[in-house]
């Protein structure tokens, strides 16, 4: 499929993906030469794409002359499961406000977890998460209660892989994660010490749809007080069941995650 | 430019994009067909271009067989002006925290708001704004805020346009706006009962950053309680004041928001 391309063997869209990609990556403004370099097309093809891309609001022009993601793109991407997000969001802030503690809700896409919210306040926790941000599953504590209550077929495909060794203390043995995570799934919930960021602790709980596990809640708090964290599980179990409820008639198709791993 | 597309005068970047703007007027899931119809694409030319925006993430499909943004795209968009709200996010829930009020942040994107940050209980208030929206400048108090310390051409030029009616109440003669605009910039704040959705009213003040207007800041509530809103004018400007402080080292080529006016 050359899709109308005068370089074979490459999609145009395929092109236009490759001038985005690199933003991806590199959060910051790029200029015309690193997105050719990044994206390996030639300077012309990038400066005429990237042009078009200008124009339709996707990327935006700096001021320095480097380029940045828009605000039509960043508006555009709201939409996305935005059903979700605005009733879960509410639940998601009484939880920081009933804790304290960085409050977070992740779902599985692939065999990642994706931040699709997060409310903090001014109290200093090493951080890991952030919206828009992916973690390995059985690193963090709302990875491991999705992974934990997900279809066997997944687990089981997900511990096969080669596992991430974020820190000393990420637990990466296929054969103690898979313990582990019936021991999780026995008890309701993850906790989680300095295994994917040092200094840090949390502890999640599932929420469910439609049966099946849809995401993961879960606070993080400073490791020091890791041995504490089971004292939120009642506001954690009673924040869950209120966002399976305000999100129980939201179709499944219009919710954010992936039914298949379809990134691994 | 045919941009290496077999149809003349359509380049194929402008295709890619002609099958993604729907879903920024239609936000729930569409069919192959409907792409199709309102992109004006062939539905063999959408069926390729939809094929390889889901193999990248962009669009998913979902178990109904319709299409939806993908979850890649909105981990992408993500990145778009992080850095500030990240810096006022937990600023605006204080906002929110004080006053009990929906509270929102909004910057200027050509002659629009854009919201970027809402937070907002379970307390009923008739919605408008919400995170990624657009609405008129000149009929909310975010809007008339930042239109009010704006620079005078571009002032000049919002009121030379066609002004939206968005209910009876909405100002829309241009003398008087000016007037109202002045007065806005005398006073430093600015007030709406009722002009962008009937039965609200909001309050806001500006958010400077670099000498200039960079962002809105206010809070809505019932119409009813329009003439108690000033008694919100001392947290609003301290909390304007921390925004300013958290958010003066991003340099403004980060920042969101267009210089210049890019949509009209």
Redesign the interface.
């Known amino acids: 499929?050359a899709?109308?391309?005068?370089e074979p063997g490459r999609?145009?869209?395929?092109k236009?993906?490759a001038v985005?990609e690199p933003?991806?990556e590199h959060?910051?403004?790029l200029s015309l030469t690193e997105i050719s370099e990044y994206s390996g097309l030639p300077l012309s093809t990038t400066h005429?794409?990237v042009g078009?891309?200008v124009e339709?609001?996707?990327l935006?022009k700096?001021?320095?002359g480097?380029y940045?993601?828009?605000?039509?793109?960043?508006?555009?991407?709201?939409?996305?499961?935005?059903q979700l997000r605005?009733a879960a969001r509410?639940f998601v802030?009484d939880l920081f406000?009933i804790t304290g503690e960085l409050s977070h809700l992740a779902v599985r896409?692939g065999f990642d977890v994706?931040y699709i919210e997060r409310?903090?306040?001014?109290k200093r926790v090493p951080r890991a998460s952030?919206?828009?941000?992916?973690l390995p599953m059985h690193s963090t504590a709302v990875g491991k209660v999705i992974l934990a209550f997900e279809e066997d077929w997944l687990r089981e495909a997900y511990l096969g892989r080669q596992l991430e060794q974020s820190t000393p203390h990420t637990h990466t043995n296929p054969a103690r994660l898979a313990e582990e995570l019936v021991q999780i799934r026995e008890q309701g919930y993850a906790i989680t010490a300095e295994e994917v960021r040092l200094g840090a602790a949390s502890i999640a709980v599932p929420v469910f749809h439609t049966g099946r596990v849809g995401a993961g809640l879960g606070i993080v708090t400073l490791s020091s007080q890791a041995s504490t964290l089971v004292r939120h599980l009642p506001v954690l179990r009673g924040i869950s069941a209120q966002i399976e409820r305000a999100t129980a008639h939201i179709?499944?198709?219009?919710l954010?995650?992936?039914?298949l791993p379809?990134?691994s």
């Not at 409310?119 to 001014?122: S, V």
């Not at 952030?130 to 992916?134: C, F, Y």
């Open positions: 499929m899709g109308g391309s005068r999609t145009v869209t395929s236009v993906l985005i933003f991806e959060r910051r403004s005429r794409l078009e891309l339709w609001g996707f935006s700096g001021v320095n480097r940045q993601l828009g605000l039509r793109l960043w508006a555009l991407a709201q939409n996305t499961g935005r605005d509410p802030q406000a896409d994706l409310i903090y306040g001014t952030r919206v828009g941000g992916r179709p499944l198709e219009t954010l995650g992936s039914v379809s990134r």
